[in-house]
């Protein structure tokens, strides 16, 4: 949609499609959203899930949190996917299920880098489409499944449809790691 038909669909209070999701600002109590960083006692501390990587939860402050995303970037070949892989296979449990999704490489192949790195564990799923991924059909997908962990390889090869821009374009990119991180 056009600028001024967003912009006229949020002053409006509807909510729009296109490029983003709007929805109405609602007033809050800033009171309630802020507090002090004198006592800290109420503040449960983070549980974290170890990688299997003890260098990794190093840079990680501790390992995996649940509700936190975590960007992996290299170059092409340096060895994320079969990382990341190895993560699936030491975070899955049967009350941790994983998906893990590739945009660059079909599902067989995945599977032959599991394999090849020994990653064997029934509450890890793969899906593989080397044409690119729908970010919203793979994020339900996973919510189906029930993962608690959602691995996209990679980020770059994800868009939606209604999203006016190329795949890899910023606009893409933007929605989409919105979309990953809403999950």
């Known amino acids: 949609p056009a600028r001024e038909e967003v912009l006229a669909a949020r002053t409006e209070g509807k909510g729009c499609s296109g490029y983003y999701d709007c929805k109405p600002l609602k007033k809050r109590d ?8 004198g006592d800290l006692s109420n503040v449960p501390d983070m549980e974290y899930i170890s990688t299997g990587f003890p260098e990794l939860d190093a840079v990680l ?6 509700g936190k995303v975590v960007l992996c970037g290299g170059e092409k070949g340096q060895g994320k996917t079969r ?12 009350t941790r299920k994983v998906y893990f999704a590739s945009g660059e ?31 919203d059909l793979l994020v339900q997908d996973a919510q189906d499944y029930g993962a608690k962990l959602l691995i996209v390889d ?16 910023v606009a893409q990119v933007d929605v989409v790691i919105n979309r990953v991180t809403s999950f």
């Open 105 to 135: 490489d079909d599902r067989l192949s995945v599977a032959q880098f599991a394999k090849q790195l020994g990653v064997k564990n029934k509450y890890v799923e793969i899906y593989g489409d080397p044409g690119g991924l729908d970010i």
């Open 30 to 37: 800033a009171g309630r959203r802020r507090m002090s960083l």
């Open 61 to 66: 402050g501790g390992g995996l949190v649940l």
């Open 83 to 94: 990382m990341l892989l190895q993560v699936c296979g030491h975070f899955a449990t049967e």
């Open 154 to 169: 990679s980020l770059q090869v994800c868009g939606r449809e209604d999203v006016k821009a190329d795949v890899g374009q």
